[in-house]
């Protein structure tokens, strides 16, 4: 049997950043640790390794952790980063679902998750040491070891921050982005780049995002409530170009602002089909100030900082198939601020019919 991954050193602390550690990162060193361990145990020849990873099968899911040849010994594993408390009886659920016998790869599971795992005999590795395998041949436990890194290095809330506030909303928009490179999401959601990996990190440890094989966005009612809070406080302000007003209350019936590459925000969106209700407030998204002030002069907006009628910049990708559509999150968002209390009827009506789709786990 042969390893399809070199033997890194073991405090190579290149490997565990945060709590986020790319998968084929997480099965190198936790392949290492579990080596480590077990040659102290288990006498093989020429200095072989007593585990190895084959790929498997491509009727499988996961990759399957196979023993020296010469001990009968394969369970297919399941690689997670990171693995929250609050998840464990999914992530129990998931592993079982690979194989009764699966084994957990993860960077870091803490003494009280080591516990419960060995309560219910699941098998783990993780990137520090610590692991439980037990079998007719192995009783292998090991916990309680913690990189100091791992400690030290705990950012929370930089998920939202404008720039993770940014990628939130690209992922419910395009899950693509959950599997893309760190260069590509800089790249497409316009982040820098060193930006990516520290919200990926708190979006990992915080729950939000489960990788049982295939990454998903989990508790999404409460990211998007989360996102919705950060959206409205940090980022949509550091977006606005410009506020107006009008002397015609009813300008906006007939104006457009898709001649000038902009959309209407949530509450003229909600307002134009349904006759009884007015927007007090007005938000319009462009892609340049420039779109924005043709616009204005178009329909005779005056400028005017106190005013109710907001022109903001867009933050996201255009979509070519539907450049003139706002998305639901930007049109929930905005009709929960504003100021006519008769919106949040609007507002939960919407949630219902429009957003709701979006936040299935």
Not at 52 to 75: C, H, K, M, P, W
Not at 111 to 131: H, Y
Request: glycine fraction near 6%.
């Amino acid at each position: 049997m042969f390893s399809i991954f070199e033997r890194l050193p073991l405090n190579d602390a290149s490997l565990i950043k945060g709590r986020f550690v790319e998968k084929d990162k997480i099965i190198q060193q936790a392949l290492n640790q579990l080596n480590h361990y077990a040659d102290n145990k288990i006498h093989v020849p020429d200095g072989l390794p007593v585990f190895s990873i084959e790929q498997a099968s491509s009727s499988d899911t996961g990759v399957l952790l196979a023993a020296y040849d010469e001990i009968n010994f394969s369970r297919k594993i399941v690689v997670q980063s990171w693995a929250p408390q609050k998840d464990i009886d999914a992530l129990i659920a998931q592993i079982k679902s690979v194989s009764p016998t699966a084994i957990l790869f993860a960077d870091f599971i803490n003494p009280v998750m080591a516990e419960k795992f060995r309560r219910r005999s699941i098998s783990f590795v993780d990137c520090v040491g610590n692991l439980h395998i037990k079998d007719k041949q192995f009783n292998f436990y090991v916990k309680g070891k913690k990189p100091s890194d791992l400690r030290t290095k705990r950012v929370r809330g930089r998920a939202f921050n404008t720039a993770g506030l940014k990628l939130i909303f690209a992922m419910f928009s395009q899950p693509k982005f959950l599997y893309a490179t760190y260069r590509d999401i800089s790249r497409e959601v316009n982040i820098a780049l060193g930006s990516v990996g520290p919200v990926m990190d708190d979006l990992y440890a915080s729950g939000y995002i489960l990788d049982d094989g295939k990454r998903h966005l989990v508790n999404k009612n409460r990211l998007f409530e989360r996102w919705v809070d950060g959206y409205l406080e940090k980022l949509r302000p550091k977006q606005i170009l410009a506020c107006y007003t009008a002397e015609d209350e009813d300008w906006w019936k007939t104006a457009d602002p898709t001649e000038f590459r902009g959309v209407w925000g949530g509450e003229v969106v909600i307002a134009k089909p349904t006759p009884f209700m007015v927007p007090e407030t007005i938000s319009l998204y462009f892609q340049s100030d420039a779109d924005a002030r043709d616009f204005a002069s178009r329909y005779g907006l005056r400028e005017d900082s106190e005013g109710d009628i907001c022109c903001y910049k867009t933050f996201w990708a255009q979509q070519p198939e539907s450049p003139d559509v706002i998305s639901p999150m930007i049109m929930y968002a905005d009709i929960v601020d504003s100021i006519n209390p008769g919106s949040w009827d609007v507002a939960k009506t919407f949630y219902g019919e429009a957003v709701a789709h979006l936040l299935v786990d």
